[in-house]
């Protein structure tokens, strides 16, 4: 067990629709980081959270977007869902993620989206 | 352009054999992490092991052994004697630069260990 947790663990929905996913990164950990694993694309880096502040940005769509608040918990928010976006989403955190300093990222379990 | 490279698709031993698993990685940084990672049968991303770019000593640990070599750009991780719960997608991943947090991970080896 990583301690970092994620809601929901499976997640069924019709395109079009939208959905949120759940992230608690590890106690103490600062920096939370999305990624999406599918079968064509493997797994790709969508975004990184630093303290509440957006620090990276990877392959995410405009349709996609996150958050993270005061209590360091993180959301995925994914919009407009289209058949391609059927994927395992995971949810990492790390200690800090700053300039200079590149910690272990921890995963969590993932959500498996999948949209109909 | 493929940062990581993972060759290796799938490999299927036969319990107690030796594991190889081949990771070639590309980077233009002098400060870089190289990282392996299993994907077991239930989903879930476990760490296994890191390394930055200025050790290159290798190590054992317990099953596990790793040989980092700058000069071929290569991060091969060992398992030795496997047994059937080693049976996972092995991830290989770069970390590249102060700015870059993200990780680039292979393709993945997917290994299978018959008793």
């Known amino acids: 067990d990583s301690g970092v947790t994620q809601t929901p663990k499976h997640l069924i929905t019709a395109t079009g629709q939208r959905v949120t996913l759940r992230c608690s990164p590890r106690?103490?950990?600062?920096?939370v980081y999305w990624y999406q694993q599918s079968l064509d694309q493997g797994l790709q880096f969508l975004i990184q959270?630093?303290?509440?502040?957006?620090?990276a940005k990877g392959n995410i769509l405009e349709r996609f977007s996150a958050q993270q608040f005061p209590d360091l918990h993180s959301e995925l928010n994914l919009s407009s869902l289209e058949l391609g976006d059927s994927a395992l989403y995971f949810c990492?955190?790390?200690?800090?993620?700053?300039?200079?300093?590149?910690?272990?990222?921890?995963f969590g379990p993932g959500t498996r989206l999948t949209v109909l | 352009a493929q940062k990581v490279t993972q060759a290796q698709t799938e490999i299927s031993v036969v319990e107690k054999e030796d594991v190889t698993l081949d990771c070639v990685y590309e980077?233009?940084?002098?400060?870089?992490?190289l990282f392996w990672y299993k994907q077991p049968p239930s989903g879930e991303l476990v760490f296994l092991i890191r390394?930055?770019?200025?050790?290159?000593q290798n190590e054992i640990s317990g099953r596990y052994s790793w040989n980092f070599q700058k000069s071929t750009s290569s991060f091969n991780f060992t398992i030795t004697a496997s047994q059937v719960v080693d049976s996972a997608v092995y991830f290989c991943?770069?970390?590249?630069?102060?700015?870059?947090?993200?990780?680039?991970f292979g393709a993945g080896t997917t290994v299978t260990v018959r008793a």
């Open positions: 991943a770069l970390s590249e630069d102060w700015n870059d947090y993200k990780l680039s």
């Open positions: 959270y630093y303290n509440g502040e957006e620090r």
């Open positions: 980077t233009r940084d002098t400060t870089y992490y």
């Open positions: 106690s103490g950990d600062l920096s």
């Open positions: 990492a955190s790390s200690v800090e993620g700053l300039a200079g300093f590149t910690d272990t990222q921890y």
């Open positions: 390394r930055n770019s200025f050790d290159e």
